[in-house]
């Protein structure tokens, strides 16, 4: 086995998990089908490969099968029930699993590119072994801060902390202004406004370590741009593949000459 399958099988083992969690027991088959679903694979991970009916990633799937890559860590079981093998999830499993689950969660629910969330989720696991702690920034629990979901104070603090810096840097004569469209919510809605913005993550934020956080915050400014809520919406609007900032000024411009 190759180094390079080992590497493989780690951008899968906690969307692998988390799947197998949420649908109780899933086969092989299933696990390929769900997974394909969640991250969406493209590039050489989408080509079929030679005279199979397999995609090169549909391969890494059945390869973190056969080399029970789950049940050595012990995260998971496979047992043959009714001639299917089937994976469940265990105690051990779970306890990684949740110690997870914002990274989880801010990696699937961003729309990012699947090579980002790929990379993302393999430094995740190597970080982890490493006993290194993984942090988050996810900007959707700053969307959502009108339901009150507090349940991660520390998360929610922590992507403060990133809006700040990103607003700190976007903002001119105390205004700050939406990438795509130009739109002032201070200027529309008067002091209401002031410094509301939404910042879309272009590519993850996410910390290994204990590096110093200012400077942490400083790079990640790199990843992360403000928009006005319609456009981020247009963002995202197809989930597969977010728009960029240049693809979706194309699609206004011709009409609204900005
Ligand atoms: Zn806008
Ligand atoms: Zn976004």
Same mark, same amino acid.
Request: charged share 30%.
């Given at each position: 086995?190759?180094?390079?399958?080992r590497i493989?099988?780690?951008?899968l083992?906690l969307?692998?998990?988390f799947l197998?969690?949420l649908r109780?027991?899933?086969?092989t088959s299933? /696990?390929i089908? %769900? /997974?394909?679903h +969640?991250m $969406?694979?493209s590039?050489?991970?989408a080509k079929?490969?030679?005279?199979r009916?397999d995609?090169k990633f549909?391969?890494?799937?059945?390869?973190?099968v =056969?080399?029970?890559?789950?049940?050595?860590?012990g995260?998971?079981t496979?047992q043959?029930?009714?001639g299917?093998?089937?994976f469940?999830i265990t105690e051990?499993?779970?306890? @990684?699993?949740?110690?997870?689950? =914002?990274i989880i969660?801010y990696? +699937?629910?961003?729309?990012?590119?699947?090579k980002?969330?790929?990379? =993302? !989720?393999?430094?995740?696991?190597?970080?982890?072994?490493a006993?290194k702690?993984v /942090?988050?920034?996810d %900007?959707?629990l700053m969307i959502?801060?009108g339901?009150?979901?507090n349940?991660?104070?520390t998360? @929610?603090?922590?992507?403060?902390?990133?809006?700040? !810096?990103a607003?700190?840097? @976007?903002? +001119?004569d105390? $205004?700050i202004?939406?990438?795509?469209c !130009? !739109?002032?919510f201070l200027?529309f809605y008067?002091?209401i406004?002031?410094?509301?913005?939404?910042i879309?993550h272009v590519?993850?934020v996410?910390?290994?370590g204990?590096?110093?956080?200012?400077?942490?915050l400083?790079?990640?400014?790199?990843?992360?741009?403000?928009a006005c809520s319609?456009?981020?919406?247009?963002i $995202?609007?197809?989930r597969?593949?977010p728009?960029?900032?240049?693809?979706l000024k194309?699609?206004?411009?011709?009409? $609204?000459?900005?």
């Amino acid at each position: 086995m190759s180094g390079g399958e080992r590497i493989a099988e780690r951008e899968l083992m906690l969307p692998a998990l988390f799947l197998i969690d949420l649908r109780k027991s899933l086969t092989t088959s299933d /696990l390929i089908a %769900e /997974l394909t679903h +969640l991250m $969406h694979p493209s590039g050489e991970d989408a080509k079929i490969l030679n005279g199979r009916k397999d995609t090169k990633f549909s391969q890494k799937v059945r390869n973190l099968v =056969s080399h029970h890559t789950l049940e050595r860590l012990g995260y998971a079981t496979y047992q043959r029930i009714r001639g299917n093998g089937i994976f469940q999830i265990t105690e051990t499993g779970k306890g @990684y699993l949740i110690e997870n689950m =914002s990274i989880i969660e801010y990696l +699937l629910s961003n729309d990012f590119a699947y090579k980002d969330i790929k990379v =993302s !989720f393999k430094h995740v696991s190597i970080a982890k072994e490493a006993l290194k702690k993984v /942090l988050t920034y996810d %900007e959707n629990l700053m969307i959502t801060e009108g339901t009150k979901r507090n349940r991660n104070v520390t998360l @929610y603090k922590r992507s403060s902390k990133l809006r700040d !810096f990103a607003i700190k840097k @976007y903002t +001119l004569d105390g $205004h700050i202004k939406c990438v795509v469209c !130009f !739109f002032d919510f201070l200027d529309f809605y008067g002091e209401i406004g002031k410094n509301y913005i939404e910042i879309h993550h272009v590519k993850p934020v996410l910390q290994y370590g204990e590096e110093e956080e200012n400077k942490f915050l400083k790079d990640a400014l790199e990843n992360v741009i403000p928009a006005c809520s319609n456009c981020h919406r247009m963002i $995202h609007r197809n989930r597969e593949q977010p728009l960029s900032v240049i693809d979706l000024k194309a699609c206004i411009q011709p009409r $609204h000459n900005i």
